[in-house]
C-alpha cells in the first residue's frame, strides 16, 4: 500500500481573465507555484499554467456580484493530456470544451510540469543543473507521481473557498491521461468525484518488457495494413533508407535524417489517417530523390514535424518510465530490447540488429522494411538535436531501478470513485487485453469497447466517444 502523503495547497501566483469570441469563452490565465519535490520542499520551486475555461454572456439584466459569483461558480472537470510530455491547446481548439461546458462543469487546461507553459524542460536548462546525473535526478521528478500531486496542490488552492459539493473535482484523462488519472485514484481518491477515460486504461500490473511485447504484434499489423494499402512504397521506402543510410543528411532543423528516424514515423500508424499521412510523407521524399538526388527542405521540414521529440523531450527521455510501477524496476530500453529479439523472427524489423543488413540489396532481403510504433530507441538520441545531450541522461534514467509506485493496486480494488472508460480494440498504444485486466482491478469501472475507432477518437470522433461516455455515467443498468 502507498503510504498517505499531506499536500500543501499550490500558491496562486497570477490571475488574469479576456474573452475569446469563438464559442464565446471565458478564459482565465492561472500560474501557480509548487514544489519540485513534494516530499523535500527545500528542492526548489516549478510554475504550473492552466486555463479556465467558462461560458460568456451578456445577459440582458446585469448580474449582481453574487449572482455572477454563482454563474462562475461550477464544478471543475480536469482535463489531463496524453504523453507523456504535451501540454494542453487553446481552449477554443479543444476537443473537450464545448460538452464540458455545456453539461455545466468549469473545465480546466492544466499543464502538466515539464510541458506547456508549466516550466517546460528544455536541453539548454537542464545543461545548467549540473551532469548528467543532476539532469536525471531533476527528471526523476517529473512522472505522473509528481504529477497527480500538483494537481492535488491546484485544487486545494482554487476549491478553498468553495462550498463541499464543490471541493471535489471530475478528471478526464486521454491516454497517458489515463495513467495519470489511474495515479491519482491510487493516491488521493478523496479530492475525486469522478473519473473519465479515453484510451487510457493503463496497465497497471504489467511490466514494460510485457507491455512492448504487447504493443509490436498491434505495430505489426498495421505494417501489413499499411502495405495492403500502399505495395508500392515497399520499393520506396527501401530507396529512401538506402540513400539516408548512403548520405546520411541533415533535417533543415539539424539533425541527422537516419533509417531509425525515418522508420520512427510509424509512430503515426495506429492514428485515424496515419497511414495516409505516413504515404504522402514517403511518397514527397522518394520524388525527390528521384527529380533532384537530395530531399528539398519542404519535405525535410514536413517530416520533422512527425515525431516531436525536439519540441517535447520528456516523451522520449521519461517515455519507458511511465512503465516502472515501483523499486526494482528498470526500463532498460525495453522496447529496443524486445524489438531486437522480434527481429530474429520478423524480417521486417532486422534494421534494429543492422542497418546495413536490413538493407542488403539481395534479393532475399527485398521484404517490407516495418516502421516503429511508439517505441523510443538508443538511437534517437544520436539523430534529434534536443536530445543529443540528454544522451547520457537518458541512459542513467534508462538503468535507474529505484522508482516509487505509481499505482496501489489494493486502493484501485477497493476504489469508490465512478470510473467511466472508452476503450478501443484496434489500440496501437495501449494494448486492448491489458486494458481489460485494468478495468476489472479498478472496482467501479464502466467501459464502454469498440473495434471501429483509433487511439485518436476523442479527436476524430468526439461527439461519438464523449456520448458514450456520459451514457455510462447517466443510464442505469438493471
Known amino acids: 500500500m502507498m503510504a498517505a502523503q499531506v499536500i500543501r495547497p499550490a500558491r496562486l501566483l497570477s490571475r488574469t481573465a479576456h474573452i475569446v469570441p469563438a464559442g464565446q469563452l471565458r478564459v482565465t490565465e492561472l500560474t501557480f507555484e509548487v514544489p519540485l519535490n513534494h516530499s523535500n520542499l527545500s528542492a526548489g520551486n516549478l510554475k504550473i499554467f492552466g486555463r479556465q475555461v467558462t461560458k460568456h454572456d451578456t ?4 448580474r449582481t456580484d453574487s449572482e455572477l459569483e454563482e454563474y462562475h461558480r461550477k464544478p471543475y472537470l480536469v482535463y489531463l493530456e496524453g504523453g507523456p510530455g504535451f501540454g494542453n491547446k487553446e481552449p477554443q481548439d479543444h476537443q473537450l470544451t464545448k460538452t464540458a461546458l455545456d453539461r455545466g462543469y468549469t473545465l480546466l487546461l ?3 510540469r515539464g510541458t506547456g507553459l508549466s516550466t517546460p524542460i528544455n536541453q539548454p536548462h537542464l545543461a545548467t543543473l549540473g551532469g548528467p546525473q543532476q539532469q536525471a535526478d531533476y527528471l526523476k521528478h517529473f512522472r505522473a507521481d509528481s504529477i497527480v500531486r500538483d494537481a492535488e496542490a491546484v485544487r486545494l488552492c482554487l476549491t478553498a473557498d468553495c462550498p463541499e459539493t464543490h471541493k471535489k473535482w471530475s478528471i478526464f484523462g486521454q491516454s497517458y491521461g489515463g495513467f495519470v488519472a489511474l495515479t491519482y485514484l491510487s493516491q488521493f481518491p478523496q479530492g475525486l468525484r469522478e473519473v473519465f477515460l479515453t484510451g487510457g486504461l493503463a496497465p497497471v500490473k504489467r511490466t514494460a518488457k510485457e507491455v512492448y511485447a504487447a504493443l509490436y504484434k498491434k505495430v505489426i499489423q498495421r505494417n501489413e495494413a499499411y502495405y495492403r494499402k500502399f505495395p508500392e512504397d515497399v520499393e520506396r521506402v527501401r530507396k529512401v533508407a538506402q540513400y539516408l543510410n548512403e548520405k546520411s543528411p541533415l533535417l ?17 500508424l495506429g492514428m485515424n489517417g496515419g497511414l495516409d499521412l505516413i504515404h504522402s510523407t514517403i511518397l514527397k521524399l522518394a520524388m525527390d530523390i528521384e527529380q533532384f538526388g537530395f530531399i528539398t527542405r519542404a519535405a525535410g521540414a514536413a517530416f520533422e514535424g512527425l515525431v516531436p521529440f525536439d519540441t517535447n523531450p520528456i516523451y522520449a527521455v521519461l517515455h519507458e518510465p511511465i512503465y516502472t510501477n515501483g523499486p526494482g ?8 530490447r524486445v524489438g531486437k529479439t522480434l527481429s530474429e523472427s520478423e524480417p521486417g524489423f532486422s534494421w534494429l540488429s543492422s542497418v546495413p543488413q536490413a538493407l542488403d540489396s539481395s534479393s532475399a532481403n527485398q521484404q517490407p522494411l516495418y516502421f516503429s510504433g511508439e517505441m523510443v530507441y538508443p538511437a534517437h538520441f544520436d539523430c534529434y538535436p534536443e536530445l543529443k545531450d540528454m ?16 499505482y ?3 486502493q484501485l480494488a477497493r476504489n469508490e470513485v ?5 476503450s478501443y480494440v484496434e489500440d496501437m498504444y495501449v494494448d486492448a487485453d491489458f486494458a481489460r485486466e485494468t ?3 479498478v472496482k467501479g469501472t464502466k467501459v464502454f469497447e469498440t473495434n471501429v475507432m483509433y487511439h485518436g477518437a476523442l479527436r476524430a470522433k468526439t461527439e461519438e466517444v464523449l456520448g458514450q461516455l456520459f451514457k455510462l455515467r447517466d443510464d442505469t443498468l438493471d
Open 391 to 406: 544522451k547520457e541522461t537518458a541512459e542513467l534514467l534508462a538503468k535507474y531501478d529505484d522508482w516509487p509506485r505509481l
Open 110 to 112: 492544466l499543464d502538466y
Open 418 to 422: 465512478p470510473v467511466y472508460a472508452a
Open 439 to 441: 478495468a476489472k482491478a
Open 408 to 410: 496501489d493496486l489494493d
Open 59 to 62: 445577459p440582458i439584466v446585469p
Open 252 to 268: 533543415p532543423g539539424g539533425g541527422e535524417f537516419t533509417v531509425e528516424r525515418l522508420l520512427g514515423i510509424g509512430l503515426c
Open 329 to 336: 524496476l528498470a526500463s532498460d530500453w525495453a522496447a529496443h
